[in-house]
């Protein structure tokens, strides 16, 4: 299908989607693709628009004003936009670029986790395959494909990998902190200081929290908390072990100091998590 906005080229294509509504309630789906050539007639100003874009320059300048900041992408930038706010954009001669507008289950919520942590703006060495994977896209329902709902979604979620995967940079500094949390696993039962597991990482305290929140999502010693929890779910459900003697398995003086935090992470007693989960035994504690 040929797009009829002022300044798109002859040579531009694209396609437009109307999902089912199981694909609304359960999946990510696209509402338009394309490949476009422009000049700089192109154009658009809104105010507001139901899905998200997501846009790969394959070739000249895109000028964008978006939350307060103008840019110019350009060649092997990728922009991810919430077009519920208001955005504009506007081609400079020459421009070549392709496209997706997307929604659906959390897609919003995504986006927006990508903005806060790389910019909608972005500049990363997974950009290419995000080229590509719009390239393919539109190259195969230009070839008459037809996809699942499913197979759809699954395109969006690859592009979401390629746009969250860690770079090389963040790939190399995730070394320290992943020591830490061989360590942190390897000793569940014993007492962990912040300061030891800086140690291990080879990091100072400040930074090393730092690191450690960035790639985990936690601060190290709730990781720690969490890894205890974990390990005591699963003796709790595996073994016939007493609350006290997984308390002291997975580093705690008491049954009462595990169960304290338990409650207060799981929301239920270790007891009562043990019937819940079917447990082999149901020994007094």
Known sequence: MKSVDPGILPHSTCFSFTPPETAKGLF?????????????????????????LVVYIRQGVFRIEYRGEACRAQRGDVVLLDCTEPHYYHAEDGLEFLYMHFDGSNAHALSQHVIDTQGWLIRRESNMMVGKLLYDMVDFYE?????????SSMRIYRMFELLLSPTREEREAGGPVDDAITYIR????????LEELAGVARLSVFYFSHCFKQQTGFAPMDYVINTRIEQAKILLVRTSKSVAEIAYEVGYASSGSLI???????????????????????QPE
Request: glycine share 8%; net charge positive.
């Open 28 to 52: 990510f789906y696209p509402t338009w693709c394309g490949h476009y050539y422009c000049n700089e007639n192109y154009y658009m100003r809104r105010q507001s628009y139901p899905p998200l």
């Open 143 to 151: 070839r008459g494909g037809i996809e699942t709902p499913f197979e």
């Open 260 to 282: 304290n935090i338990f409650v207060k992470r799981v929301g239920v007693s270790p007891k009562q998590y043990r019937r819940d989960h079917n447990s082999i035994s149901m």
């Open 186 to 193: 390897s000793n569940v039962g014993k007492q962990i200081t």
